[in-house]
Antibody, heavy 120, light 107 residues
Framework: EVQLVESGGGLVQPGGSLRLSCAAS????????MHWVRQAPGKGLMWVSH????????TYADSVRGRFTISRDNAKNSLYLQMNSLRAEDTAAYYC?????????????WGQGALVTVSS | DIQLTQSPSSLSASVGGRVTITCRAS??????LNWYQQKPGKAPKFLIY???SLQFGVPSRFSGSGSGTDFTLTISSLQPEDFATYYC?????????FGQGTKLEIK
């Protein structure tokens, strides 16, 4: 059974940093592109970033480029999102999601989400 | 960026009824359109990919159609568990944008 479990969310002050983790199981992690998608409270979904299977290719949404870094450790079956220079508008539930190989850039499995609150 | 506009933003329907949600793209995205269902406090669930292909395990009362800029999600014979928010998402080009969502409520 495919499982994605995020951790590392919490309350952080504006300008601060936080690192999210996503533990994957039930599939060959290194074979899949992985994504981060976020959802502000009461709002819609926004794609944040993705990374290829061996970690050599990454892409970011304009609103987080230069502040967020996606990475992975295939030996640990883990995906990460390092978030720096956090702003109030980064407050959201952050989901890791697996790329669906039959239709690239769609998301077939999602974690339960990690809540990040940026506030003083 | 490609903008996706869903309509309506909300609707109410009865158990056993049929509903159609529309998603319009700001440019031609061929058939690179996907649909998700989200219930309160839960992660989205993958329903349909490539406009009309049903993800494994999704009930056949869900169907999708369209190409180019206009797409629809239809749910026939609504069940109590179908009342949720539905999102379309384009996988044509980065950034992979979502529609604003359509909230389906019980009448």
């Amino acid at each position: 059974e495919v499982q994605l479990v995020e951790s590392g969310g919490g309350l952080v002050q504006p300008g601060g940093s936080l690192r999210l983790s996503c533990a994957a199981s039930g599939f060959t992690f290194s074979n899949y592109w992985m994504h981060w998608v976020r959802q502000a409270p009461g709002k819609g979904l926004m794609w944040v970033s993705h990374i290829n299977g061996d970690g050599t290719s990454t892409t970011y949404a304009d609103s987080v480029r230069g502040r967020f870094t996606i990475s992975r450790d295939n030996a640990k079956n883990s995906l990460y999102l390092q978030m720096n220079s956090l702003r109030a508008e980064d407050t959201a539930a952050y989901y890791c999601a697996r790329d669906f190989p039959r239709s690239a850039w769609s998301f077939d499995y999602w974690g339960q989400g990690a809540l990040v609150t940026v506030s003083s | 960026d490609i903008q996706l506009t869903q309509s309506p933003s909300s609707l109410s329907a009865s158990v056993g009824g049929r509903v159609t949600i529309t998603c319009r793209a700001s440019q031609n995205i061929s058939s690179y359109l996907n649909w998700y269902q989200q219930k309160p406090g839960k992660a989205p669930k993958f329903l349909i990919y490539a406009s009309s292909s049903l993800q494994f395990g999704v009930p056949s009362r869900f169907s999708g159609s369209g190409s180019g800029t206009d797409f629809t999600l239809t749910i026939s014979s609504l069940q109590p568990e179908d009342f949720a928010t539905y999102y379309c998402q384009q996988s044509y080009s980065n950034p992979y944008t979502f529609g604003q969502g359509t909230k389906l409520e019980i009448k």
